[in-house]
Structures are given as structure tokens and as C-alpha cells.
């Protein structure tokens, strides 16, 4: 191979990489990031891989964005989504400003958006334990949200009318996904019994539930600590929805480090002593099965999707399939664990089916 071939494979390497990047940021007007002089790129850090988004850290005269690129191929809309749900919020200034959506696919091969950058690192990169203290400032970061009033653009914002029937039919619908792509006719016994379970039970309709402004997606990954106080990222999931389905999701899928029964007494104590809610506490142990169970078949579809090559390149650089059925068999475990699988099927192994 002659120098210059080498010379051209280098380049080749560095634009399908932070080049990239840095060669779009460069072509853009500096209007179009709040910045006056022309644009010019001194870093580009890829920050890592979530479950929907690939982020990187650009650094353009002397500001930090973020650069963050669809992982999911398949769903054209979630990054439109994200962006406008940002940009109602806006005003709220409990979020990063967004300054561009490019949803094409032309210049790179999935859609993106540019948002500002916040300081701090993610919990899921520190080590850190689920103390009293950091279980007090995560009940507050849910309040910052919850107790906001519903006005102006926020009225404009996805009302998620969550209830326990409405959820069952979320789940379904993830479970006629899931069954399409599966044959074990024992699998799909027991997943469709567990089903059935969820369904038996029910929230007395006397019970009627307020709706408040929610995050959505609270989790290890999603909050950033810098000098001691917690701040959000991803925004995809925000809407208008019942607080205690907000709660029940962190509850469940907040990380390595599950919400254990002291933990959400801490959580909760501290929430209803800025927010009055007298059936929160029902409404949060009645969602927190169902949460575990639609968790469960998110993962198996996401497996499924890795192996069939569904999902973006950047994804499955970092989430192999072997790492995807392993966090599908700890949530399986805690259906078990719910009663919501029966407990006969503890050693049952996923790989079967994925």
C-alpha cells in the first residue's frame, strides 16, 4: 500500500468518524448554534451508546453540544419527537436547548438532532451507591417536573393518559410484536399467562388520578451529577401523564442499582411531603409489575432486533446480543419475582427464543 493510499484511508476513517461530524458542523451557519463567528471544531468525543441514541460531545468555538444520532433505524419519528418536546420546554429551562433537527438521512445514516450540552457525568459511568441523600435529590428531580403548572406550550405537550387498562394495552401490542418473531410455543404460553395475570388485576376506577408533567425516562443513564446536584438528559419520553407511572419506571428499571423496598420508602416520603397525592402509593405498587413485565418484552424485542440487524452500527458496538439477553434474563427474573411468570419457569433460558 503506497503513501498515498494510506493518506486517503486515513481521511476515509477520520469523516466516517468525528470527521464527520466535525466536517457538518463546519459547514453550518453559526446562526444555526447561537454563535456569531464562523464555526470551527476543536473536539469531538463520543460520549457512549444508550439503548435509542449514540451522543458525542462536539466543542465549537469554545461551546459544547451534543451531537446525538438515532439508533433505531426502524422508528423514523423519535427523533422529531424528542426535538419538539424540547422545544416546548424550552421556557421551562428544565432541559438543554435543542438548535437542530436533521431528519433526511442524507448527510449521515440515521436522523439527529444538536442540543446544548450539559456538565457532569451520568450516573451509569460513576460508581455510586443508592444512598438516603441521592434517593432524596432524585425525589426532588421527579417534583422539579411534577409540580410544575401545565400552561402555555406545555399544554401542547403528548397527554399519555396512563391507566392500568391503557398500559395493558401498551403491553399487548409489544407482545403481538414479540410473538412475531418468536416460534417457542412454551415461551409464548407463559408470557401470554403472565399477561393474563397483569390483566386479573385492576385499579379501582374509583380511583381517579391526576395528570402531571413527567419526564418519562428517570434513570441511572439519564442523570448527570456535577458538583453534587443532579441534572437530566433525554428528553424523548416527556408528556402528560399519571406521576405514579412516572415513579414505577424508575422504581423498576433505574439500573444495576434496583429501588430496593427502603429505597422507595425514602423516595416516597420525601415526594409526599412536597406533593399530596393520597393514593400515589397504591397506583406506584400496582404499576410496578406491569413496568417489570413491558421491560421484559422491550428486551427481548431489542435482542431480536440486534440479531436480525435492526439496529444502527454504533448501537451494536457497544450492546452485543449476548449482553442484550442477559439484561432480558434479569428482568425475567423479576416477573418471577412479581408472580407475575410463575416461578416454575426461573430456569428457563431466554437464548431459547432469542
Known amino acids: 500500500m503506497n503513501a498515498k493510499t494510506k493518506r486517503a484511508l486515513k481521511q476515509l476513517r477520520a469523516f466516517e468518524g468525528g470527521g464527520k461530524i466535525k466536517f457538518y458542523f463546519e459547514g453550518l451557519k453559526p446562526s444555526k448554534l447561537g454563535l456569531k463567528e464562523k464555526v470551527r471544531v476543536s473536539l469531538v468525543e463520543k460520549l457512549g451508546t444508550g439503548a435509542n441514541n449514540a451522543n458525542f460531545l462536539v466543542v465549537a468555538n469554545g461551546k459544547k453540544f451534543i451531537f446525538r444520532l438515532n439508533m433505531l433505524l426502524f422508528e423514523r419519528n423519535k427523533t422529531r419527537d424528542e426535538f419538539n418536546n424540547l422545544k416546548l420546554i424550552e421556557k421551562a429551562r428544565i432541559a438543554p436547548r435543542a438548535w437542530i433537527l436533521d431528519d433526511a438521512r442524507k448527510v449521515f445514516d440515521s436522523d439527529f438532532i444538536v442540543l446544548d450540552y450539559i456538565e457532569g457525568k451520568t450516573l451509569n459511568n460513576i460508581k455510586y451507591d443508592l444512598s438516603e ?5 432524585i425525589a426532588r428531580l421527579f417534583l422539579g417536573f411534577h409540580l410544575m403548572p401545565i400552561k402555555g406550550n ?6 399519555d393518559e396512563v391507566n392500568y387498562e391503557a398500559l395493558l394495552n401498551h403491553i399487548k401490542k409489544r407482545y403481538d410484536s414479540v410473538s412475531k418473531m418468536v416460534s417457542d410455543k412454551e415461551f409464548l404460553g407463559f408470557i401470554k ?11 379501582a376506577k374509583k380511583i381517579v388520578h391526576p395528570i402531571v408533567l413527567t419526564h418519562g425516562d428517570i434513570a441511572e443513564q439519564n442523570i448527570v451529577l456535577y458538583k453534587g446536584k443532579l441534572g437530566l438528559v433525554d428528553f424523548e419520553g416527556v408528556s402528560i401523564t399519571d406521576p405514579a407511572a412516572d415513579i414505577a419506571y424508575t422504581f423498576t428499571q433505574f439500573g444495576k442499582k434496583e429501588f430496593g423496598e427502603k429505597q422507595r420508602e425514602i423516595f416516597l416520603n420525601e415526594y409526599l411531603k412536597h406533593r399530596k397525592d393520597e393514593t400515589l402509593r397504591e397506583r406506584v405498587k400496582v404499576f410496578m409489575p406491569m413496568k417489570n413485565f413491558g421491560d421484559l418484552l422491550w428486551a427481548i424485542e431489542q435482542a431480536l432486533r440486534i440479531k436480525k440487524g435492526l439496529m444502527h452500527k454504533s448501537y451494536v458496538e457497544k450492546n452485543t446480543l449476548n449482553g442484550a439477553i442477559s439484561y432480558a434474563q434479569v428482568v425475567f427474573g423479576r416477573c418471577i419475582r412479581d408472580g407475575t411468570i410463575d416461578k416454575r419457569y426461573r430456569n428457563f433460558d431466554l437464548r431459547r427464543v432469542i
Open 154 to 159: 406545555l399544554l401542547k405537550l403528548p397527554r
Open 193 to 203: 399467562k403472565g399477561y393474563n395475570n397483569l390483566k386479573a388485576k385492576s385499579l
Open 133 to 137: 441523600e441521592l434517593v432524596r435529590k
